[in-house]
């Protein structure tokens, strides 16, 4: 169960899968490449300064870095493969009309894959809080030093709760639908 207080207070079980997903979109994917956007702004900015100083921006820097990448390409596979599917099946359910099969076979193969990507940008993340003595400015900081950890301390709870949305409401969800399809079919085709 979740530690978020946002998250208890929601009732996505009564919500159909395409209003959870076009929020997670809205909130959490718009969120994430605004502030990768934003945030790396002011890496540039810190590193010039203080990069002498704290050899440890240098690493934080790389991790951001790459999580980014990997984000971006994540966000991509979601939005393009993964949610529209959800969403295709929630139709054909909530219809009773048979579910076109997609060429990844389940719906559990992405959704494998996008647990295991979200365990790595876990990991990334929890190592940038680390090296950042959880985002905690050193004394001499700066605005822009204090604004870049304040910053990725808000693009960690965003994760946090990115994650655990997808993680914990969506997929389960999805996976139990088209179960429910799988089951469905196969009894109207016997």
């Given at each position: 169960?979740?530690?978020?207080?946002?998250?208890?207070?929601?009732?996505?079980?009564?919500?159909?899968?395409?209003?959870?997903?076009?929020?997670?979109?809205?909130?959490?994917?718009?969120?994430?490449?605004?502030?990768?956007?934003?945030?790396?702004?002011?890496?540039?900015?810190?590193?010039?300064?203080?990069?002498?100083?704290?050899?440890?921006?240098?690493?934080?820097?790389?991790?951001?870095?790459?999580?980014?990448?990997?984000?971006?390409?994540?966000?991509?596979?979601?939005?393009q493969?993964?949610?529209?599917?959800?969403?295709?099946?929630?139709?054909?359910?909530?219809?009773?009309?048979?579910?076109?099969?997609?060429?990844?076979?389940?719906?559990?193969?992405?959704?494998?894959?996008?647990?295991?990507?979200?365990?790595k940008?876990?990991?990334?993340?929890?190592?940038?809080?680390?090296?950042?003595?959880?985002y905690?400015?050193?004394?001499?900081?700066?605005?822009?030093?204090?604004?870049?950890?304040?910053?990725?301390?808000?693009?960690?709870?965003?994760?946090?709760?990115?994650?655990?949305?997808?993680?914990?409401?969506?997929?389960?969800?999805?996976?139990?639908?088209?179960?429910?399809?799988?089951?469905?079919?196969?009894?109207?085709?016997?």
């Amino acid at each position: 169960m979740s530690t978020d207080p946002d998250m208890r207070t929601e009732d996505w079980d009564g919500k159909p899968l395409a209003s959870l997903i076009e929020y997670i979109v809205q909130t959490h994917h718009v969120y994430c490449r605004q502030e990768v956007a934003r945030l790396q702004l002011l890496f540039r900015e810190v590193l010039d300064r203080h990069r002498k100083d704290h050899p440890e921006l240098k690493r934080i820097h790389d991790l951001f870095l790459q999580m980014s990448r990997d984000l971006s390409m994540h966000l991509l596979k979601e939005e393009q493969t993964l949610f529209p599917y959800i969403a295709e099946v929630e139709v054909a359910v909530a219809q009773k009309a048979p579910v076109s099969w997609p060429p990844f076979g389940t719906v559990g193969n992405p959704i494998r894959m996008m647990i295991l990507e979200h365990g790595k940008a876990t990991e990334e993340i929890e190592e940038i809080r680390k090296l950042s003595s959880d985002y905690t400015p050193p004394a001499e900081a700066d605005g822009s030093y204090s604004a870049l950890y304040e910053g990725l301390a808000a693009f960690d709870r965003d994760m946090q709760r990115h994650i655990e949305r997808e993680d914990h409401l969506l997929f389960p969800r999805a996976i139990a639908m088209e179960e429910e399809a799988c089951r469905r079919q196969s009894v109207a085709d016997r």
